[in-house]
């Protein structure tokens, strides 16, 4: 995925990553987002206050972006510009290692950097101008890339990230460029969504832990930013696997029987496991109703696998992470 | 959405006027209160020929509701109030209970 944008009301991106230019026609700011090797993003906003540098300096950074990896050596593209130099250019450049949890950035003339934590604390990081900087995330760390002005209109974009930190990514975007958007000035915000922590929640296989499983579900994927339609799917699936391991798993058992529901992002995707520690009956036994489940969780779910034996019933099931 | 997570709540409206017995369900429902639900159903019903259950405000429900509802779809003229869109319309898509039952869907 390689994408360049230099005005748009909203975009289609990566995982957990919202854009939103104000006022929509904006002009003079731009953003670059391209995957990189080994599950790395990169990102930058920039703005300019000559239009004509806009599309060199978005594509010129973007190709040092994607061949480097480096935000020193992708924002050094604005600073040698030769039409003003840096006063001329304001641009944050950004590379967020996911497996590492990383964020290294790099940034020329006053622009912006947040980082919000889903306890709607925040920081403003240093702008680390002509240098590398970088932090590590915490789980389910919003990052805002913004054109807006250090000083006070900063200050209420940091304000609307902490207060949006565990909305999904469009919303907390849309919340943030809807106030910003009052600015006489254009402004892009970028925000990246760090996946949450994996979700592990051990109950006992009763019917009255489902509602337990859906609580703590429904906390973890509004946290991933993932859509609507794919948190509902999510949740029906999962449920309908935690429904079944409470009706059939404790059947014939002589042991309490639990249930273990995992939740985890990887990659694009999210992966849930439902497992139990019952008895499996035979779907003949069960007069179809097991097997009418996993034809509903098949159908919810891009993949899902039902493994059982004497130890108990595991459903696998992962789904595409859109948002 | 409701905050108080697998609860569900029923309310009745008897039969008047040619109209069946409505019986209105919400928040979740689940395996912990199928049960209760298919007791709601069955009472609201009484003697009338045809019943008809509004879902508009349920937040959740799984396959354990779906079987519920397909065994008063198999004595009754079954008829399912439905949000335009939303996981319920998916569920009664994916079961057939669509095929059992009228559906129609409420703004």
């Known amino acids: 995925m390689d994408e360049v944008v230099s005005s748009a009301a909203g975009t289609a991106c990566a995982p957990g990553v919202a854009v939103r230019y104000g006022p929509a026609r904006a002009a003079g700011v731009w953003h670059h987002l391209a995957e990189l090797q080994d599950d790395r993003l990169a990102v930058a906003v920039g703005r300019s206050t000559d239009p004509a540098l806009v599309d060199r300096l978005s594509s010129e950074i973007g190709a040092v972006l994607r061949a480097t990896g480096d935000p020193v050596a992708a924002t050094a593209v604005a600073a040698a510009s030769p039409a003003g130099g840096p006063a001329a250019a304001r641009v944050i450049c950004a590379v967020i290692d996911r497996p590492a949890a990383r964020l290294t950035y790099s940034s020329v ?127 029906l699936a999962v449920g309908e696997a935690a429904s079944n391991a409470a009706e059939h798993a404790v059947l014939g058992a002589v042991h309490d029987v639990e249930l273990t529901v995992r939740a985890a992002v990887a990659g694009a995707r999210l992966l849930f496991t439902v497992s139990d520690n019952g008895c499996w009956k035979t779907p003949s036994e069960s007069s179809g109703h097991r097997g009418h489940g996993i034809r509903l969780i098949k159908a919810l779910v891009d993949e899902a696998h039902l493994a059982s034996g004497e130890r108990g019933t595991t459903v696998e099931m992962s789904k595409e992470w859109r948002q | 959405m409701t905050d108080q997570t697998g609860t569900a709540r029923f309310a009745v409206t008897p039969a008047s006027g040619g109209q069946p017995p409505v019986v209105a369900v919400f928040g979740d429902v689940d395996l912990a209160n199928v049960a209760e639900f298919e007791e709601t159903m069955a009472g609201a019903l009484g003697d009338s020929p045809a019943l008809t259950v509004d879902l508009t405000g349920v937040d959740y429900s799984d396959s354990a509701a779906m079987r519920a509802l397909f065994g008063m779809a198999a004595t009754t003229k079954l008829t399912l109030w439905v949000r335009p869109a939303g996981h319920i319309k998916t569920l009664l898509g994916i079961s057939g209970l669509d095929r059992v039952a009228t559906v129609i869907t409420k703004v």
């Open chain 1, 109 to 235: 003339g006053d622009i912006q950097l947040v980082v919000a934590v889903p306890e709607a604390t925040h920081t403003v990081l240093d702008p680390a101008v002509g240098r590398p900087a970088s932090v590590q995330l915490q789980p389910a760390t919003t990052v805002l890339l913004c054109t807006v002005e250090p000083g006070e209109d900063a200050a209420c974009a940091a304000e609307l990230l902490a207060a949006s930190a565990t909305m999904h990514p469009d919303q907390a975007a849309d919340r943030i460029i809807g106030t910003l958007a009052g600015l006489p000035i254009a402004v892009v915000a970028l925000l990246y969504r760090h996946a949450p922590a994996p979700m592990s929640l051990t109950v006992p296989a009763v019917p009255s832990s489902l509602a337990t499983v859906r609580s703590r579900l429904r906390h973890w994927l509004a946290l991933t930013g993932a859509d609507s339609e794919t948190a509902a799917d999510a949740l």
